[in-house]
């Protein structure tokens, strides 16, 4: 495969290749790979032939790039939620489909009417009541998902600051990884994450807490919202890229195991890095290295599988472009921009007065600017003066305040009236 087809697949792609390519060496079942991509047996099969019969290139969908032959046109969207709006209000889309069909002559599916109206901010996702907690099985298959976590604790005991560990253990192995950092952030998860695809491969799945290094708490747009494109995290966002599923967990028991791991480290592994003489980050994170092949070896479990679900990385440089932290940025009419507090000039003839480019944040503290993939030299400017605010001189008077015996407060003597 050339490094050119290689950059035509996506993250998801990449995914789908690992899983058929172990169907096709007859490392797992059909079932199994069709379990793991969330498809049909039949089109699993469909995709074990053409992986045969075109390679690399057969599993790119055959869509891609093409309007959908059943989507429906924007100006019976606009009929549909017009209508909604001005009869139907409050009809579940159940209800709704029926009556735009009997009453309307409008054929509609009841999901498409329920994405419009979701789309539209009409209508809203039933929440189900919460279920009891049941133990959960491992996984079946190393990699095929990781438990990933930042743990704030004096990991040093007053001998360094506080630290934070980047925590990542297999679910089907017990096997860990970990790094410390100085916070947790995107660049130490970004770092982190770089780290352990180094050391294991990159995982299916990897599931995670709500903290808003993982999960955005950004509103999304009008704009957003009718393309049902949802807000993410910029480590979210390269995860997906990456072909990597995000899961989030809604409590600290529901990733029990990552939070158990890190209840030992700051038992055992503190006093180990106390008996070393730990005292700053580079040497805790040089100790943890040695310490951590040690722990698997004798914490680690044996999968229900042999099979490695991890991927390889194809080419660090995609990863390294995927792993930065992408902000927009609107170009002034004098072709400057302003970020965190700096300004910078951009030396390009491209016309984008008005437009959107990226700044792009890349790991090792350097930056770029682009627009569309593309390059922008750019130079430091400093930044306008503030203009100072002249104080107003005092026109008026100040305000007189009379004696409690003064004329004006003594009263009105009528005596004196002739």
Request: aromatic share 10%; proline share 3%; charged share 35%.
């Given at each position: 495969m050339t490094e050119k087809d290689v950059f035509l697949m996506s993250g998801i792609d990449r995914k789908r290749l690992k899983?058929?390519?172990?169907?096709?060496?007859?490392?797992?079942?059909?079932?199994?790979?069709?379990?793991?991509?969330?498809?049909?047996e039949r089109q699993t099969r469909r995709l074990i032939n053409r992986y045969r019969n075109e390679g690399d290139k057969g599993l790119v969908h055959r869509l891609r790039g093409r309007p959908s032959a059943r989507r429906i046109s924007?100006?019976?969207?606009?009929?549909?939620?017009?209508?909604?709006?001005?009869?139907?209000?409050?009809?579940g889309p159940t209800?709704?489909?029926?009556?735009?069909?009997?009453?309307?002559?409008i054929?509609?599916?009841?999901?498409?009417?329920?994405?419009?109206?979701?789309?539209a901010g009409l209508w809203e996702i039933s929440r189900k009541s919460k279920k009891h907690r049941h133990w959960r099985e491992r996984m079946k298959y190393r990699g095929e998902m990781v438990q990933m976590d930042g743990s704030h604790h004096d990991w040093l005991e007053g001998r360094g600051p506080w630290l934070v560990?980047?925590?990542?253990?297999?679910?089907?192995?017990?096997?860990v990884y970990a790094?410390?950092?100085?916070?947790?952030?995107?660049?130490?998860?970004?770092?982190?994450?770089?780290?352990?695809?180094?050391?294991?491969?990159?995982?299916?799945?990897?599931?995670?807490?709500k903290h808003t290094t993982y999960k955005s708490t950004k509103e999304e747009t009008i704009e957003d919202q009718l393309k049902g494109i949802k807000a993410k995290s910029q480590f979210e966002r390269a995860l997906n890229q990456l072909g990597v599923e995000v899961i989030h967990a809604n409590s600290p028991q529901a990733k029990g195991r990552i939070e158990r791991l890190f209840?030992?480290?700051?038992?055992?592994?503190?006093?180990?890095?106390?008996?070393?003489?730990?005292?700053?980050?580079?040497?805790?994170?040089?100790?943890?290295?040695?310490?951590?092949p040690e722990f698997n070896v004798k914490f680690a479990v044996e999968p229900a599988s042999e099979q490695d679900m991890h991927r390889e990385i194809v080419s660090w440089k995609e990863m390294n472009?995927?792993?930065?932290?992408?902000?927009?940025?609107?170009?002034?009419?004098?072709?400057?921009?302003?970020?965190?507090?700096?300004?910078?000039?951009?030396?390009?003839?491209?016309?984008?007065?008005?437009?959107?480019?990226?700044?792009?944040?890349?790991?090792?503290?350097?930056?770029?600017?682009?627009?569309?993939?593309?390059?922008?030299?750019?130079?430091?400017?400093?930044?306008?003066?503030?203009?100072?605010?002249?104080?107003?001189?005092?026109?008026?008077?100040?305000?007189?305040?009379?004696?409690?015996?003064?004329?004006?407060?003594?009263?009105?003597?009528?005596?004196?009236?002739?």
């Open positions: 899983v058929i390519s172990m169907a096709v060496d007859r490392r797992i079942k059909q079932w199994e790979a069709a379990e793991k991509l969330d498809i049909s924007g100006s019976i969207r606009e009929e549909v939620v017009d209508i909604y709006v001005e009869k139907y209000k409050g009809f209800l709704a489909r029926e009556k735009f069909v009997e009453k309307e002559g054929e509609i599916s009841r999901e498409s009417l329920r994405k419009q109206l979701l789309e560990m980047m925590g990542y253990i297999d679910d089907a192995t017990g096997v790094e410390f950092h100085d916070y947790e952030g995107t660049k130490p998860a970004m770092i982190s994450f770089k780290g352990y695809a180094r050391k294991h491969g990159m995982p299916l799945k990897i599931y995670l807490d209840r030992t480290f700051q038992d055992r592994l503190v006093k180990e890095m106390r008996l070393a003489n730990i005292c700053n980050k580079d040497e805790a994170n040089a100790f943890l290295r040695g310490y951590l472009n995927i792993m930065t932290i992408r902000t927009e940025r609107t170009v002034r009419n004098d072709y400057t921009i302003a970020h965190e507090g700096k300004m910078y000039q951009l030396k390009t003839v491209l016309p984008l007065k008005g437009r959107n480019v990226t700044f792009v944040e890349l790991l090792n503290d350097r930056f770029r600017i682009e627009h569309k993939g593309q390059k922008i030299n750019w130079a430091n400017i400093k930044p306008r003066p503030k203009v100072k605010v002249q104080e107003r001189k005092r026109l008026y008077k100040p305000f007189f305040r009379p004696a409690k015996n003064h004329p004006w407060k003594a009263g009105f003597d009528n005596s004196m009236v002739i």
